[in-house]
């Protein structure tokens, strides 16, 4: 079974601090995805990562970083939190197949005060 | 920029009717449609998909068609059950060249069975 992880289900931060989201594959999926959900607006794509040390912008990559130094691990930070980046947040991994499925940790919920 | 859209927002429909979700995608080159579901407080899942060579796939009750001239691909759920009730996002593939490549999602849509 493929398991996507992210470190936190819960989180409460406050504005200006930095933030860090953590999610960790365990199927050697070349790329990983960080996406926000918010109603309506569906699943955004904020950075995603094809290699270690790789990564490439989303629709949605302002006031956001990456990190991938490890191919199992792929961390999204807010460099300054703001309310507006309150947010369910998801983690996803693929292989590099065209048709392969992708993956998703269970959310992190992030509330900005 | 690549883009989905998806329609409708929203759908309830009646135990045993049928639902139709549909969605369009911008690039040509995209070449894979998956469908996800998302139950309430849960990750989503993959349900279905369909790649661009095949014009409709089946499974159960699910079925996903697909029109490359047009550009839009739907989901198509028979005989409904409550337990149907989800978010469902569909995605399309777009593939840059080399290692890069990502999936881009629609907006989703909540459907509701109603007993």
Redesign the interface.
């Known amino acids: 079974d493929v398991k996507v992880t992210q470190s936190s289900r819960y989180l409460v931060k406050r504005t200006g601090e930095k933030v860090f989201l953590e999610c960790v594959q365990d199927m050697d999926h070349e790329n990983m995805f960080w996406y926000r959900q918010d109603p309506g607006l569906g699943l955004r794509l904020i950075y995603f990562s094809y290699d270690v040390k790789m990564k490439e912008k989303g629709d949605i990559p302002e006031g956001y970083s990456v990190s991938r130094e490890k191919k199992e691990r792929f961390s999204l930070i807010l460099e300054s939190a703001s309310t507006n980046q309150t947010s369910m947040y998801l983690c996803a991994s693929r292989s590099r197949t065209v048709v392969a499925e992708a993956f998703f940790g269970q959310g992190t919920r992030l509330t900005v005060v | 920029?690549e883009n989905v859209e998806?329609h409708p927002?929203t759908l309830s429909v009646q135990e045993g009717d049928s639902a139709v979700i549909k969605c369009t995608y911008s690039d040509s080159a995209s070449?894979?449609f998956?469908w996800?579901k998302q139950e309430l407080g849960?990750?989503?899942?993959?349900i279905i998909?369909i790649?661009s060579n095949v014009g409709e796939k089946k499974d159960q009750r699910i079925a996903v068609t697909l029109n490359k001239t047009a550009k839009h691909f739907s989901l198509h759920i028979t005989e409904t059950q409550p337990e149907d009730s989800a978010v469902y996002?569909c995605?399309a593939?777009f593939?840059y060249g080399g290692?890069?490549?990502?999936?881009?999602?629609?907006?989703?849509t909540l459907l509701a069975v109603q007993p």
């Open positions: 920029g998806q927002s070449n894979y998956p996800y849960k990750r989503p899942q993959l998909d790649r996002f995605a593939h593939f290692a890069t490549n990502k999936l881009i999602f629609g907006t989703g």
